[in-house]
């Protein structure tokens, strides 16, 4: 796992810039770890109370393991770094990069808001994109892991053009970059909806999986 600067390939030059997260996201994060914790809660608690025999312990530590891995993926240490010729942002495995020489211009936004904004005073969380010539996104860097004051410096480390809005929607983002915006940043209801479902889906099949077994046994 890519976590400390010192993991850092030398075909990617040497660090110029580093970044971490700065202890307030980890609010955030925290919040964003929450339904996969549960996961793991129900998972182990169906161990500990059912005790349950065969192969749904095998699913019941899996659905653990794999909660607990989701959960570690929005809490784990996180790092970016500008290199003499890369971006570099790290994952589970080595590190994306891109070629500084690929970035036509970094885009960021103070806040992303909804797609539908409510009344009153407006909520959203900061994102930035490394934008190709051709309009295509390079790398995105997520508001959940990073504050609006780490990427503004980023940005204006980058050697690009800094292109920056007080605050967008998703909309408004692609009407000049249409090709920019993912779609689970687009359709945000839907991706918690769908999320919410798989969670309440799993939970329940869990529960079933364990009442089964140590009723008809």
Same mark, same amino acid.
């Given at each position: ?31 964003? $770890? &929450?339904?996969? /914790? =549960?996961?793991? *809660?129900?998972?182990?608690? +169906?161990?500990? %109370?059912? !005790? #349950?025999?065969?192969? @749904?312990? $095998? &699913?019941?530590? /899996? =659905?653990?393991? *794999?909660?607990?891995?989701? +959960?570690?993926? %929005?809490? !784990? #240490?996180?790092?970016? @770094? ?5 971006? =570099? ?16 211009? @970094? ?5 992303? =808001? ?16 490394? @934008? ?86």
């Amino acid at each position: 796992m890519a976590e400390t600067v010192r993991q850092v390939p030398e075909k990617y030059s040497v660090p110029q810039h580093i970044f971490h997260p700065r202890i307030t996201s980890y609010g955030r994060r925290i919040w964003a $770890a &929450v339904p996969p /914790l =549960l996961l793991v *809660a129900v998972a182990l608690l +169906a161990l500990y %109370y059912r !005790r #349950p025999r065969g192969p @749904v312990i $095998a &699913v019941l530590i /899996l =659905l653990a393991l *794999a909660g607990g891995v989701i +959960a570690y993926g %929005y809490l !784990r #240490p996180a790092l970016t @770094v500008i290199t003499r010729t890369h971006f =570099l942002k790290s994952r589970w495995i080595g590190f994306h990069a891109v070629p500084r020489d690929r970035v036509h211009q @970094v885009v960021t936004v103070d806040k992303l =808001l909804p797609p539908r904004p409510t009344s009153g005073k407006p909520r959203g969380r900061p994102y930035l994109w490394l @934008v190709t010539e051709t309009g295509k996104r390079a790398m995105a860097l997520d508001g959940i892991v990073w504050d609006t004051t780490s990427l503004k410096s980023f940005a204006d480390l980058s050697g690009a053009q800094h292109v920056n809005f007080k605050q967008a929607t998703p909309e408004q983002v692609s009407t000049h970059w249409p090709a920019l915006v993912s779609w689970h940043v687009r359709y945000p209801r839907l991706r918690y909806a769908a999320s919410s479902l798989a969670l309440v889906l799993v939970i329940a099949l869990v529960v079933w999986l364990t009442f089964v077994q140590t009723t008809f046994q």
